[in-house]
Structures are given as structure tokens and as C-alpha cells.
């Protein structure tokens, strides 16, 4: 288990995560202090930041690692990790309420040997892995701010596959379910001119299907279902 790079020195880092102690009333966060004492598969993001192109270590073994970007309530990640514990699996979720759901569907799920969960900045990705360290990633309904106002602060954007050109493995996907036109379009704008290749895209994936076959149905996913409104699909793959 060589490693691919070293980690940014902490004091270099864009993001970093402020202790209980350092906020007038932390007891006000339910989670925030359970966030940093409660163990794998929880990492604290100065603890994420230290695996930086060592992710193999951290899991004990070499294998792909699969990345979720926004866990949500955890209901996703468990349920690939559940049926590809052949895969390391990370998630990448900012607000400590959702990592904390998140490490309890893990440790429910049991597959807290092969997964983790990590609160970060997913515009910071760069401190978290080196180049080619993502065999996979997932991204589950963004935020899609739809205001033209708004459009600075959308994740799929030119400056965020950028990123992922340099970060994602030769032949890694990328697999995006959103309820929002919006991040479709910018995505698949974003990729044109770089070195990304779309495979597949679905319109309404509870009529169509997802474009990759096997998938686990969010919760979110079926609040959209019970709605009659389609959610969509885009799965891309970083070209050799």
C-alpha cells in the first residue's frame, strides 16, 4: 500500500474543522461533539485531510475507492457499501447532523470495516485526494441553486470538473441523479472540451431507469417518485 502523495499540511488547508470548544454554545449542535468522539467510520476532516493519497491505509487494504459526494442521511452510501464490499467507500458530506445519520446507517449496515464518512467541503477536494485517487464517484440530488444570482455556488460547474479531471482514475464514473434540470445541463457543459465521455443519460429514471442498471433508491429519490416528478440521471466516465 505505497502512497500516491502527501497529505497538505494542515495549517495550508482551505478547509478545516473548528473544535466544541471554539463555538459560544456548542451544546446547541446535538451532533457536533459527537462528531469528533465517536470513532470510525466517522473521520474528522484534520483526520480525512492526514489520508490524503493514502486512503488504502486508512481501510487496512488495497482496493477501488468509491466516493459519495453529499450523503445526506446515509441511506445511499450504506446501501452500496452493503452490496459492494469489495469497494473502499467515503463520503463527503458537510453538515455534521448528516454525517452523524450517515456513521449510524454505516455501523446499522455494518460495513464500517469498508466505509467511512467525513465532514468536508467538496470544493476542497484536492485536500482530501491526490491525482487518480477516485476509482468512482457519486453525486445525489446538489443543491442546484436556481437563481441566476445563485449560479456561483452550484457544485457542477467548470472549476469542479477541473478538479475531477485531475482527481478522478483513468476510466473512473461519475454518476449524477439530480431533481434538477439545472445540474444536467451543467454538468454536461462543464465536461465538453475536457477529457470526459458521457455513457449514458436518463430523463426520468422511474420510468427509464438509471443509465448504469443496479442502484439504490434514496430516500429523496422517492419523494420525487410520490410527486410524479422525474429525476434525473448522467453518468460520465474520465477518459483513459
Request: aromatic share 10%.
Amino acid at each position: 500500500m505505497a502512497r500516491r502523495g502527501s497529505p497538505i499540511p494542515l495549517e495550508e488547508r482551505k478547509f478545516r474543522d473548528r473544535a466544541p470548544e471554539d463555538f459560544f454554545f456548542p451544546d446547541l449542535n446535538p451532533h457536533l461533539k459527537s462528531h469528533f468522539t465517536w470513532g470510525r467510520p466517522v473521520l474528522p476532516a484534520d483526520v480525512a485531510g492526514d489520508c490524503r493519497g493514502a486512503w488504502d491505509e486508512e481501510f487496512g487494504r488495497d482496493a477501488p475507492l468509491h466516493v459519495e459526494i453529499g450523503t445526506g442521511n446515509g441511506f445511499f452510501l450504506s446501501g452500496m457499501a452493503a452490496r459492494n464490499p469489495e469497494f473502499n467507500w467515503l463520503g463527503v458530506e458537510i453538515r455534521y447532523k448528516r454525517v452523524m445519520l450517515t456513521a449510524r446507517k454505516l455501523r446499522g449496515a455494518g460495513v464500517e470495516g469498508h466505509a467511512r464518512i467525513c465532514r468536508y467541503d467538496a470544493n476542497h477536494l484536492g485536500e482530501l485526494f491526490c491525482a487518480g485517487d477516485i476509482d468512482a464517484l457519486y453525486i445525489n440530488h446538489p443543491d442546484p441553486w436556481p437563481k441566476d444570482r445563485q449560479a456561483k455556488n452550484r457544485l457542477l460547474g467548470p472549476d469542479f470538473v477541473d478538479l475531477l479531471t485531475e482527481l478522478l482514475a483513468p476510466g473512473a464514473e461519475l454518476r449524477l441523479k439530480t431533481d434538477h434540470l439545472i445540474n444536467v445541463e451543467g454538468l454536461l457543459g462543464a465536461i465538453e472540451g475536457r477529457p470526459f465521455e458521457l455513457l449514458g443519460r436518463s430523463d426520468d429514471v422511474r420510468s427509464a431507469g438509471t443509465p448504469w442498471g443496479d442502484d439504490v433508491v434514496t430516500n429523496y429519490q422517492t419523494k420525487f417518485y410520490k410527486k410524479g416528478l422525474p429525476v434525473y440521471a448522467v453518468q460520465i466516465r474520465r477518459k483513459d
